[in-house]
């Protein structure tokens, strides 16, 4: 008798301002997933955020494929666990930690990993010019602490222009980020597995714009892709090896698409992770992972392999026995 077929829930769409990427990827994912093996069911949640959260117990694996908040961020991770699903991608601590660059580039400092200088803000802080151009310089970038796609982001070079980026980061996130320019290349790297990831070979980005906005990303479609990165050998090995560093420290699983900066002088600074890459057809995550030698379909059925795994060696751990006292 024939294998039964794996059911396959893919989980897009949701509240997020990042929705209409979320149905582009999940668009790719649907007709990259091997029909022979796989059973797969679309589950589209509407922009109002309301589903039928039991159907998501009929799935034999859920591909969450939900960039930005209650997606990304361990809301729809807790959900599943709470369900006892097995998911792909991150867990609910390493999914909230990479989703929140606050506290993202907190844990990478902390792990001595290099960082931009940075500040945050909440809406009630007084947000003073002097201060930010004390510490971090001009230009800087105005970002919402908990979103992706480049969404709300601003470059701003002077005083006058810092109001109106800080009212539209507002706009999606009650905390921002307000980091230092670092002058770079930008080079991103995938990162694939559990316990042991491994690190796919590196990309550039080389925008059309003063920097990968989500205009540079998603509309003008004049940014050039450079897969892979022309880089020397030991710089590849150096990106490489801080990728999966930074994987395992922010408490990473599945996937995560790493970017950085690389300097004229050869330093690397990390810019972010991102736990649920895209996959659209411009996404790096899946062209990067396709020029190391594995195919979109065969990345597809790792991830699953890696959710299915994740979720069998929790099933194992048990509960501590009551103890009288």
């Given amino acids: 008798m024939a294998n039964k077929k794996l059911k396959i829930g893919v989980l897009f769409g949701g509240k997020s301002a990042e929705h209409e990427v979320s149905l582009a990827s999940a668009k790719n994912i649907i007709r990259a997933l091997d029909r022979k093996k796989y059973e797969i069911v679309s589950v589209k949640i509407p922009k109002n955020g309301k589903f039928e959260i039991e159907k998501l117990k009929k799935f034999d694996v859920v591909f969450p494929v939900m960039h930005g908040p209650y997606g990304e961020d361990g809301s729809i991770q807790g959900l599943l666990k709470i369900l006892d699903v097995p998911f792909v991608g991150a867990s609910v601590l390493g999914s909230a930690v990479g989703m929140d660059k606050d506290i993202m580039k907190r844990l990478l400092r902390e792990a001595g990993i290099p960082i931009g200088k940075f500040l945050v803000y909440r809406a009630i802080d007084e947000i003073k010019y002097s201060e930010i151009s004390k510490k971090l310089g001009f230009p800087v970038y105005v970002k919402p602490a908990n979103m992706g796609s480049s969404i709300g ?4 070079k ?6 109106k980026a800080v009212l539209s980061a507002f706009q999606y996130d009650l905390k921002i980020i307000i980091e230092e320019e670092i002058k770079g290349r930008e080079i991103e790297c995938s990162v694939l597995g559990n316990d042991e990831p491994i690190a796919s070979l590196p990309g550039e980005i080389v925008p059309d714009e003063d920097f990968y906005s989500y205009k540079a990303k998603y509309v003008t479609n004049k940014t050039k892709l450079v897969i892979p990165a022309i880089l020397p050998n030991t710089t590849i090995e150096k990106v490489q090896t801080t990728a999966v560093k930074i994987f395992q420290t922010l408490n990473c699983e599945g996937m995560g698409r790493v970017d950085m900066f690389l ?8 810019n972010e992770i991102n736990t649920i890459p895209g996959f659209t057809d411009i996404s790096m995550y899946p062209k990067l992972w396709e020029a190391s030698g594995i195919s979109q379909s065969e990345l597809l059925d790792t991830l699953i392999v890696l959710a299915i795994e994740r979720f069998e060696k929790e099933s194992k751990l048990g509960t501590p026995k009551k ?3």
């Fill in 153 to 156: 982001i601003a470059k701003i």
């Fill in 263 to 270: 300097t004229k002088s050869g330093k690397i600074y990390v």
């Fill in 158 to 163: 002077n005083e006058k222009e810092l109001k």
């Fill in 323 to 325: 103890v009288a006292i």
